[in-house]
Each structure stands twice: as C-alpha cells, then as structure tokens.
C-alpha cells in the first residue's frame, strides 16, 4: 500500500514563509508527475504547483516568483516552499503523486491527506 504523508502546514502572518513536505511510502514501484494542490473553503481544489520526475515545473499564476517546487527522487518527497504568503493562500494543501500500480498495469493518481495552511493578515 503506497501512501502520501504531508506535514509542514500551519499558521503564519501575511508576508510569512511555510514549507510543505510530502513524503511517499510504501510498496513505491515508479513515480511519476508529483504535485501540490489546494482548497479553500467554498472552492474547487486547484493544483498549485507540479513537478515531473526529470524536474520540469509549472506554477499556477498566482504563486509564480513565490512558491518553490521540489523533489528528491530518491528519497520519494516533495517539497513546496512557500514565501510573501497572502491571506489569499490560506487553504488545505494536498500532496498528489502519479505512482505506477505494477500489479495492475496502470498509472495510480494518489492523494494525501491534506494539511492545513492559514496566513492571517
């Protein structure tokens, strides 16, 4: 049973940094595409930002030029660092990862459970 673990999240002042921390366990037989989403209350989840397994990135307009995107593909994390927070930014942050169930031949879209950021102004 592979499994997505976040931590980091927390409360912070407008203009604040956080840092985000997924790690991957399990069974891990291949990831592909890792990525960080989303939800405020009364809205849709929106992917954040994503990060293929060769590192290409892509950043919702909003958090460009103050969100980072990593990951270590040894050690199966990815990590979201997140500066200049704005009240706008409080939401449930999930980690999501693309990860190959070799039993069943197919690509699994997995979800972790989410861990909560608020940035007060």
């Known amino acids: 049973q592979v499994q997505l673990v976040e931590s980091g999240g927390g409360l912070v002042q407008a203009g604040g940094s956080l840092t985000l921390v997924c790690g991957v366990t399990?069974?891990?037989?291949?990831?592909?595409?890792m990525a960080w989403y989303r939800q405020a209350p009364g809205k849709e989840r929106e992917l954040v930002a994503d990060i293929t397994d060769g590192k290409w990135t892509n950043y919702e307009a909003s958090v460009k030029d103050r969100f980072t995107i990593s990951r270590d593909n040894a050690k199966h994390t990815v990590t979201l660092q997140m500066t200049k927070l704005k009240p706008e930014d409080s939401a449930v942050y999930y980690c999501?990862?693309?990860?190959?169930?070799?039993?069943?031949?197919?690509?699994?879209?997995?979800w972790g459970q989410g861990t909560l950021v608020t940035v007060s102004s």
């Open positions: 399990g069974n891990i037989f291949r990831i592909r595409d």
């Open positions: 999501n990862a693309e990860h190959y169930d070799y039993r069943n031949y197919k690509w699994l879209r997995l």
